[in-house]
């Protein structure tokens, strides 16, 4: 394999390995250890373009704990914040799924809103700083027509006016008269250095208000966010991000197995229709500058009575039209709507082996003694350890390189078979 790019920050490298070594997916330097996703990526950068034209997308990403489900997503998500996209990510739970008859639906909105991430602020709270920005950019378009400056009685007027034709724009959308005007409340709160009043229209929009009559007296508005309402909000959301200088709005949802795992029937198919009507709005391009990436178990996805596949309309469109026989069995659409993520394969391992040895290098400022037989023997063994059982995932193997990594560089004096012969007993008898 070629040489990692020596510019990998130490720190960076640092955070890999241990996130890598701890079982978790880092949230950075992911593009260092990629291997063997370049279709399914690909794939998903086509949905990025189309959001980015001002269409909407929705994909599943199907597979077994451990397969680079996870990764994949906070893969994406890099991507698309370098491409200038608000992000989000939430990971459903038993108190934050789609709807629920104990606010379930709005905390997961509140989740969405709380994780907004962009370029300029990657590590989620973006939502204020893309509210200021907004303003702020408006304000310096008026400078540069008008040559008046803040504080100038008709300067204000001016950026009104701005605010104005971009809130009315979006009156016409479903609920899109009462999001507008707490858009311009916000503004009204900035121009009038009200922190209070625009503190209160922060918390309105991001579903903090439990009452109408709570939001009535505090800003003049007849609605609240709710567990029914909060996607009309998150496509408001897609259209005023577009408006304040950005390319959409992408969300990553991740652990939608929590809703196989709702025990009633009743409130997994309330979840489901839910999905249902999110799906058929974006196909059906109602929703614009909107992505949605759903991150799902291959068991949540396929089991016939809990899962995905047990309510019968998302199964008619999600189910994979598998093309019978030969070797069209090994293709897969990558247009379809699921993507089913199939285990790396030895050779991809291989490369990551490669990647991981050159990251505990540059760690740990030395050179490894291990090379290609030993990764052949490493694999080899990992993969006859296996055989009889599940398959092995991609995370236990990786945990598992990292110890025999660490264990070679700090027994250095000692022979590198003998290490290798004893991780291997080790996970023999730890497994």
């Known amino acids: 394999g070629e040489d990692m790019d020596k510019g990998i920050q130490k720190a960076t490298a640092a955070i890999v390995l241990n996130s890598l070594g701890g079982g978790v997916v880092p949230r950075v330097g992911l593009e260092y250890i990629t291997v063997g996703r370049r279709n399914e990526i690909g794939a998903l950068l086509q949905d990025v373009e189309l959001i980015q034209a001002g269409g909407s997308a ?30 989000s990510d939430v990971e459903l739970s038993v108190d934050k799924r789609l709807v629920g008859n104990k606010g379930q639906g709005i905390a997961a909105y509140r989740e969405m809103l709380r994780n907004l991430a962009t370029r300029g602020c990657p590590d989620q709270g973006a939502l204020k700083p893309v509210l200021d920005k907004w303003i702020s950019e408006l304000e310096n378009e008026v400078e540069q027509e008008s040559g008046l400056t803040p504080g100038h009685e008709s300067f204000d007027i001016k950026v009104s006016q701005k605010v104005h034709k971009i809130t009315s724009s979006l009156e016409e959308k479903v609920n899109g008269f009462d999001f507008a005007k707490v858009l311009s409340i916000y503004y009204k709160g900035h121009r009038m250095g009200d922190d209070k009043l625009q503190q209160k229209a922060f918390r309105w929009m991001c579903g903090e208000y439990r009452t109408k009559s709570e939001a009535k007296s505090d800003l003049g508005v007849n609605l609240i966010i709710t567990d029914d309402n909060w996607y009309d909000f998150i496509k408001l959301w897609a259209e005023f991000v577009v408006k304040a200088g950005y390319a959409g709005l992408y969300i990553c949802m991740d652990e939608l197995a929590s809703i196989y795992e709702i025990p009633s029937k009743v409130g997994r198919d309330y979840n489901y229709s839910k999905l249902l009507a999110i799906y058929n709005d974006v196909l059906q391009g109602k929703a614009s500058h909107l992505g949605f990436l759903m991150g799902i178990t291959k068991e949540a996805m396929e089991d016939p009575v809990r899962g995905i596949y047990g309510y019968e309309p998302l199964r008619s469109r999600l189910e994979n039209r598998k093309i019978a026989g030969g070797a069209a069995e090994e293709l897969r659409d990558l247009a379809a709507p ?18 991981l040895t050159q990251l505990h290098e540059i760690v740990y400022g030395y050179e490894s003694k291990l090379e290609h037989d030993d990764f052949i023997y490493f694999l080899k063994n990992q993969y006859a350890r296996v055989r009889n059982t599940e398959e092995m995932t991609a995370r236990e193997m990786i945990r598992n390189y990292i110890t025999l990594l660490n264990l070679t560089q ?10 290798l012969y004893a991780v291997e007993d080790y996970n023999v008898k730890s497994n």
Request: aromatic share 10%; no cysteine.
């Open 410 to 419: 700090q027994n250095s004096d000692r022979p590198k078979e003998e290490i």
């Open 338 to 355: 699921v993507i089913a993520l199939s285990p790396l394969n030895p050779g991809e391992i291989y490369v990551l082996l490669e990647k």
């Open 58 to 87: 929705i994909r599943f990403i199907e597979g077994r704990y451990g397969s680079g489900k996870t990764f994949l997503l906070y893969a994406l998500k890099n991507h698309v914040l370098e491409r200038n996209f608000v992000v």
